[in-house]
């Protein structure tokens, strides 16, 4: 047991012996990960995503991204400063507890404890951080194909492999996580193959995510809900964001999936003919809603 509940606890010094256990490889979602703000030649690095305080302000600084058709990359417009993932306790730092701040510890704001639990009750089961468990953090603003994520991951399977003495590696896999590793599994399938022995998805979009990704191109995303999103990054500060993010146009719905209820988005629009205004409900399946979401954006800065 820790010393301070501020500081958690640490299994890693445990006099019982490492128990026999495949290594295990935690994949975060959408948002599920830390990102820092690293000065390209001098400066201190700073977290910018997750934190409470100073939340808005550091985000819209540091991390307000346009998408360059170019490269296929999200770049940040603070040119000073690269956007990283943190891999600090093997990967697990990085989507652990979000904020890892002593006042969130203490006051443990489990909004922001993302596999928090999941990492404490692995180790209690004779997981090793390092040897049979790890972490993949990545930087969720850009598409889950490209090739920085695709060989970041690659990297922590190959790692994975080496520390647990040649053993195959379990995945589990939380939300967009899913699509990252369905990405890998598709484009390099051979080292999918050599390295991966079973993976789990949770809650993974594989189909699109309607409800979440209408509601976040229209209105915005907001992680933290009633008197804590007041210190959180504001709808409109994430929405600015992920609108030029193409990891979440890559989980639009699928319009040819069989869908039970088919998704679709509702929208009251006034129409004017000769003199007269009516207002309609309208309806819109996936495929109509691409000009809804274009006409929403269209003059967005």
């Not at 958690?8 to 495949?22: I, L, M, T, V, W």
């Not at 904020?99 to 990492?119: G, N, Q």
């Amino acid at each position: 047991m820790g010393l301070c509940p501020c500081f958690g606890d640490d299994y890693e010094g445990s006099e019982n012996p490492p128990a026999d256990r495949d290594p295990l490889l935690l994949v975060s979602g959408m948002g599920g990960s830390i990102l820092h703000s690293k000065p390209k030649k001098f400066g201190l690095t700073t977290r910018v995503w997750v934190r409470i305080f100073l939340a808005d302000l550091e985000f819209r600084k540091k991390i307000w991204s346009l998408y360059n058709p170019q490269t296929g990359y999200t770049e940040s417009l603070d040119k000073k400063s690269d956007i990283v993932v943190p891999d600090d306790d093997h990967g697990l730092y990085a989507i652990d507890i979000l904020d890892p701040s002593w006042f969130v510890k203490c006051v443990h704001l489990t909004e922001v404890y993302h596999f928090h639990d999941m990492i404490d009750m692995l180790v209690e089961c004779g997981y090793v951080k390092g040897t049979t468990l790890f972490g993949y953090g990545y930087d969720f603003r850009q598409s889950n194909r490209m090739d920085k994520l695709m060989d970041g991951l690659k990297l922590k399977l190959e790692t994975a492999y080496k520390a647990s003495g040649g053993r195959k590696v379990n995945i589990i896999s939380h939300s967009m996580g899913g699509v990252l590793i369905l990405c890998f599994m598709s484009l390099h399938r051979d080292v999918f193959s050599r390295y991966v022995n079973k993976w789990i998805a949770l809650a993974c979009p594989f189909q699109g995510a309607p409800g979440c990704i209408n509601d976040t191109l229209l209105t915005g995303l907001e992680f933290v809900e009633g008197f804590e999103s007041y210190f959180f990054v504001s709808r409109w500060t994430f929405h600015q964001l992920l609108v030029e993010c193409p990891s979440i146009y890559e989980m639009l719905a699928n319009p040819d999936y069989e869908w039970k209820k088919h998704p679709e988005i509702k929208v009251w629009r006034k129409h004017n003919k000769d003199g007269n205004v009516n207002i309609n409900l309208e309806s819109y399946g996936p495929t109509q809603s691409i000009s809804v979401f274009e006409e929403a954006l269209r003059n967005n800065e």
